[in-house]
């Protein structure tokens, strides 16, 4: 990983036990679904097959992407605002 903060985004330190939320699995489960209907639709089109698993990669590369950098973002501004609490008097 880059960072210990990538590290803590993939959950490589367990710091509370948690699992994945329901919401998430639900999503992830209704995208397989969504993915496998489509897949089933295409498949006799390999241009479309193969176009399709292009935009899934992309898919998952922008989002990781985006979630990534947010999830930084948001951690370092945590960090920040305790820094300048502790300054305060």
Do not use: W
Not at 60 to 70: D, F, K, V
């Amino acid at each position: 990983m880059d960072s210990a903060i990538d590290d803590l985004f993939f959950n490589e330190y367990d710091l509370n036990g948690q699992f994945p939320s329901e919401e998430r699995e639900k999503a992830e489960l209704n995208e397989k679904e969504s993915a496998s209907f489509l897949m089933e639709i295409i498949k006799d089109n390999e241009k479309a097959v193969n176009a399709f698993k292009m935009y899934q990669l992309a898919k998952r590369h922008i989002t990781y992407t985006e979630l990534s950098y947010y999830y930084k973002r948001g951690f370092r501004q945590g960090f920040q605002i305790a820094i300048d609490g502790m300054r305060e008097e």
